[in-house]
């Protein structure tokens, strides 16, 4: 081999990475090592692919975890060998139960160096195990004439695989021989003829829709629920079913249905509140329940779900089965924007919903959303659930909010009401973890056009601080809502509240931490906020930038606060004279 020829691995890499964006990748995440130094040069000599730097591979997996979300495309990472590829399992393991394409290429020695001891080696062939769609251990390039046309194959089906049927994560493991670099220089490479692959998931059969049609055609007391993950393009779909059942609509945030230009004539959004009271296990039980998504946010509803002696019928793409623990009774396996649009169009004229049956929800549904709403907006400390009332009304169309886990997700459940205002929610429901949430936010706000805000409590905010090295790294704008309770605010609603000797050491975990100083480390502005026209009074300033506006707030108090918000709202639903039966 002369000083000017490239490496087989070179070579190998650069057919790869050609591939990939010839397939449609526009994004990788690159954590710099040794090991993946012939993948790294073979992204970065290839213009056509947007490279984003970072540090910390679980920071990068999140980040391209936000912008796959964002783009509903496949994102790349690349890292180095060792343990540096574990870190990327969080989010792979987020990735796989939420739906969301990537492309996982992690570098390593070459087969003759494992399990001898080998430095920087560790077992990495399939380590991520039924998280993926995909998994390979490939071959060492050695030169051989057709290992261009074979990696250039591997990215052709790295990409369909993880586009579908069910989108998902794809792991790829490249052990790579020394020498990793060639004597030659650096060249970039002229940007491939792209050939997007556009996979998505094959309709449903007609056997699967005339048997749920039997059944939703019989059905007195139908109920639709669309959880988070619903596909974009089913949303009006889903909106025209349950206006030709005449079904009530129970719409989590994050299904995207609450908001927007579409038909909510038939949305419900305040059905955790309604639910929380005894008397709907009776009331609104169903007797049929069509499912779309994930399992929703809402503990109320998913207990009415696992207790509704109902028949369910599943929508989902083929290969997905988030049903949680309800046994459903049909399937629907196929792109569920086909699935409601068939539904629909066989049950025009043949819908029998007993009467009141959807006046009494929507009755009920409104009495209580007013409820909620009154309680937050009355004066005192900073309640953490008005948080979402005053961003849905101050944020401009067409922003992107992403919601931490725990207690924000649920206040943007209990407090969005359906308004035509497009704003996107996106949250990290798959797996509920509260890790990587600042650098999933920044990977949204590297692909979304509009502003994007994340909503986030102090513990997931420290979790994942060193993510914020991105957005000074990429110079991305993002605004971000730090709700600090100093501790995990969640647990005092669980039982373990009532054991004072233990709790707060063990379960109200105060940190202490003065973020201030970590915000201007990663060159953000940091701002207190101590009340709600000061909030509003920064949101309206100009949102360049990472910008960290901080709200402490009370556990015990705000606990309180949403206990008497649910009874009130339990009692303008049911009871509209006085005594509530909610329960907490």
Partial sequence: MTADAPLAVEVASAAFVDSLVAHGVEHVCITPGSRSTPLTIAFAMQPAVRAWLHLDERASAFFALGLAKATGRPVALVCTSGTAAANYYPAVTEAHLSGVPLIVCTTDRPPRLRDVGAEQTMPQAAMFGATTRFAQDLPTPHGASFEAGFFATVAMRAVRESLGPYPGPVHLNFPFEEPLLGAGARRQRPAPSTHPIHTGTPGPLNADIEAALGVLKTAARPLIVAGPEVPESAVGPIATLAATLGAPL?????????????????????????????????????????????????????????????????????????????????????????????????????????????????????????????????????????????????????????????????????????????LRFISNRGANGIDGVNSTALGVAAARPGPTVLVIGDLSFYHDLTGLWAAKRHQLDLTVILINNNGGGIFHYLPQAAHEDIFETWFGTPGDIEFEHAVRLFGGHYERIEGWEALRGALGRDGKGLRVLELQTDRAVNTQWHRTAWQRAASAAWDQAGVAHATV
């Fill in 250 to 422: 129970l719409a989590d945030p994050l299904s995207g249905l609450r908001l927007g230009a579409h038909d909510r004539s038939h949305v419900m959004a305040a059905y955790d509140a309604v639910l929380r009271d005894r008397r709907a296990s009776g009331t609104c039980a169903p007797d049929a329940v069509v499912r779309f998504g994930g399992r929703p946010t809402s503990k109320a509803l998913n207990g009415l779900l696992d207790d509704a002696r109902a028949v369910h019928i599943l929508c989902e793409p083929w290969g997905s089965w988030r049903v949680g623990s309800v046994a459903m009774d049909q399937v629907l396996p196929g792109d569920p924007a086909a699935s409601a649009a068939a539904l629909a169009d066989g049950l025009r004229g043949h819908a029998r919903t007993e009467a009141g049956w959807f006046g009494g929800w929507s009755t009920r549904d409104q009495a209580a959303a007013a409820a909620m709403r009154h309680s937050a907006m009355e004066p005192g400390p900073l309640f953490e659930g008005r948080v979402f009332i005053e961003l849905q009304e101050a944020l401009a169309p067409g922003t992107t909010v992403v919601a931490g886990n725990s207690m924000p997700v649920r206040d943007l459940d209990s407090f969005t009401v359906p308004d035509a205002k497009p």
